[in-house]
């Protein structure tokens, strides 16, 4: 599986972005991490083919995960931004995904190359 991420930049504190991933294949979980400068890579946001979703507690209320299925498109709609929200950020899917393991990155075998997210205060 291939997969293309997109739509970092740069945003004041507060502002807003959209991230989106393109998938060459449908699966069942489709996943946002994200790795800080000197950080471990941490889970962000998974979204299931029945649109279900799962949030890291530290983005509920502000992000939002979507996806469009025959497209096999997903968008990570980034509100409230703040900058400790800064880092790359990676899509990622998997075929041994399920929802016991949807926040662990050893779950997921596909990546995507990455896009920078940086907030400034």
């Known amino acids: 599986v291939q997969l293309q991420a997109s739509g970092g930049g740069l945003v004041q504190a507060g502002g807003s972005l959209r991230l989106s991933c393109v998938a060459s294949?449908?699966?069942?979980?489709m996943a946002w991490f994200r790795q800080a400068p000197g950080k471990e890579r941490d889970f962000v946001a998974a979204?299931?083919?029945?649109?279900?979703?799962v949030y890291a507690d530290s983005v509920k209320g502000r992000f939002t995960v979507l996806r469009d299925n025959a497209k096999n498109t997903m968008t990570l709609q980034m509100n409230s931004l703040r900058p400790e929200d800064t880092a790359v950020y990676y899509c990622a899917v998997g075929s041994s995904v399920i929802a016991s393991n949807v926040a662990s990155q050893s779950a997921y075998a596909y990546w995507g190359q990455g896009t920078q997210v940086t907030v400034s205060s």
């Open positions: 294949e449908r699966t069942r979980y």
């Open positions: 979204i299931k083919v029945d649109r279900s979703t």
